[in-house]
T-cell receptor, first 116, second 114 residues
């Protein structure tokens, strides 16, 4: 099955700096890569996603890059703000054989702390 | 407002007891999922369902059971066979069986065995 590794497990930055979180996946058939942000005591919320036919996607201060050959993808947050502090999860998904279901496999999570 | 509602937010269970976690969605989504979250381990899939009256085991289904009698409801029962049930449980749904799309999560239920 799919295995997703996420690094680093914790990341501390100063407000205004950039933050980068990296993930690798094992199954070359995976074709959908979302990133979720989870605040304390809440469920994860999607912040950006990318599909395998695209190499990069941006949304204001957030960007995701995908390298299919190397099987890794990264989340980039620029001009970080204290409210960016949260746990971030990457995930990979592929369509299961014979079904329409896309099974999301998550990384272990990164605790991001942005210091004012 | 549309969304996914999990209840209760906190749940305490005595050892040897079964307990059922509720998950309801009014998003008209076809697929629903249950994940378990433990510190440092990300989210692990317990069960998922694509349509009513059908569900499949995920990666850690042992000690859990589900039902999908209605499109909007996907309750999870944590049975006494689950050896380490204390965790944060998350329910999710996704809208389209035809292609892979984002999963929307509920706010979670924190289960503690006392």
């Amino acid at each position: 099955g799919e295995n997703v590794e996420q690094h680093p497990s914790t990341l501390s930055v100063q407000e205004g700096d950039s933050a980068v979180i990296k993930c690798t996946y094992s199954d070359s058939a995976s074709n959908y890569f979302p990133w979720y942000k989870q605040e304390l005591g809440k469920g994860p919320q999607l912040i950006i996603d990318i599909r395998s036919n695209v190499g990069e996607k941006k949304d204001q201060r957030i960007a995701v890059t995908l390298n299919k050959t190397a099987k890794h993808f990264s989340l980039h947050i620029t001009e970080t703000q204290p409210e960016d502090s949260a746990v971030y999860f990457c995930a990979a998904s592929m369509r299961a054989g014979g079904t329409s279901y896309g099974k999301l496999t998550f990384g272990q999570g990164t605790i991001l702390t942005v210091h004012p | 407002d549309g969304g996914i509602t999990q209840s209760p937010k906190y749940l305490f269970r005595k050892e040897g007891q079964n307990v059922t976690l509720s998950c309801e969605q009014n998003l008209n989504h076809d697929a629903m999922y249950w994940y378990r979250q433990d510190p440092g381990q990300g989210l692990r899939l317990i069960y998922y369902s694509q349509i009513v009256n059908d569900f499949q085991k995920g990666d850690i289904a042992e000690g859990y059971s589900v039902s999908r009698e209605k499109k909007e409801s996907f309750p999870l029962t944590v049975t006494s066979a689950q050896k380490n049930p204390t965790a944060f449980y998350l329910c999710a749904s996704s809208p389209d069986r035809g292609r892979i799309t984002e999963a929307f999560f509920g706010q979670g239920t924190r289960l503690t065995v006392v």
